[in-house]
């Protein structure tokens, strides 16, 4: 039974990356660890017509993140899973008949600038990331944690 016992506290600081860059969110779904139930929410919101979708809270290395399996239930496939890049290395980047799919992981509650604000921007202007353009962010993949972030004018992503 879906409880949703764990408060979720992504849609909040995803809406506030999504709106800062000029775009806007059209739905939001909470899964329960069923990938059964992924796939159906990731393709209720691709029949809803979005052109991104973004996964959170099960981007891990645990035997039991189910979120790739929904994925690729979905009719997706994983073009990469893990990066050279702190914070960020359990991102996932998959597409859906052409739709990216990026999985966030939990870094993104408690850091303010993540591997998400280096393929964001990309993605929305119509960039397709590939396995190969996540490795060369290797060079200059670790976010130094500035006590006052100067995100992007600084050397993360660089």
Do not use: W
Request: net charge negative; aromatic share 6%; hydrophobic share 40%.
């Amino acid at each position: 039974m879906f409880t949703r016992l764990i408060e979720d506290r992504f849609e909040d600081i995803l809406r506030q990356k999504i709106d800062r860059i000029g775009s806007e969110v059209i739905g939001v779904a909470f899964s329960p660890d069923d990938p059964n139930a992924i796939a159906s929410d990731i393709r209720s919101l691709l029949s809803s017509g979005a052109d991104l979708i973004l996964t959170t809270g099960g981007m891990s290395v645990d035997p039991d993140d189910v979120t790739c399996e929904g994925i690729r239930r979905a009719g997706g496939d994983a073009e990469s899973y893990g990066t050279p890049v702190l914070p960020g290395a359990m991102f996932m980047a998959a597409e859906i008949d052409g739709v990216p799919i990026l999985g966030v992981p939990a870094c993104g509650l408690y850091h303010e600038t993540t591997i998400l604000d280096l393929v964001l921007p990309r993605i929305l202007a119509g960039e397709t990331i590939r396995r190969r353009d996540l490795a060369v962010m290797g060079h200059g993949g670790l976010c130094l944690n500035c006590e006052t972030c100067r995100f992007p004018a600084c050397p993360f992503g660089k």
